[in-house]
């Protein structure tokens, strides 16, 4: 889970599923598809508190990605 003393930020996508690492490139975390798949496969995000290795992974609204110490909740327009 979440650090409880870092707060989270929404990211509103146009349409949901987003794909794990379409976001981390969309929120500028990594730099290119190639480090994205990288820190994927190599444990260091997680998705709901769990570690998530598969960099397809299709997220919806209300998920929370944790890379380093930026926590991320998926939102989109109603």
């Known amino acids: 889970m979440a ?3 870092t707060p989270i ?8 599923p987003i794909e794990l690492h379409k976001l981390l490139k969309f929120e500028n975390l990594v730099e290119s598809g190639g480090e994205a798949k990288l820190v994927i496969t190599e444990g ?3 998705v ?5 290795t598969r960099r397809g992974r299709k997220l919806y609204k209300g998920d929370i ?3 380093g110490k930026t926590h991320l ?4 327009p109603a």
């Open 44 to 46: 260091r995000v997680r």
């Open 65 to 67: 990605v944790t890379i």
């Open 48 to 52: 709901n508190g769990e570690v998530e």
């Open 9 to 16: 930020r929404k990211v509103i996508v146009n349409s949901t």
């Open 3 to 5: 650090n409880p003393h």
């Open 73 to 76: 909740e998926i939102d989109a």
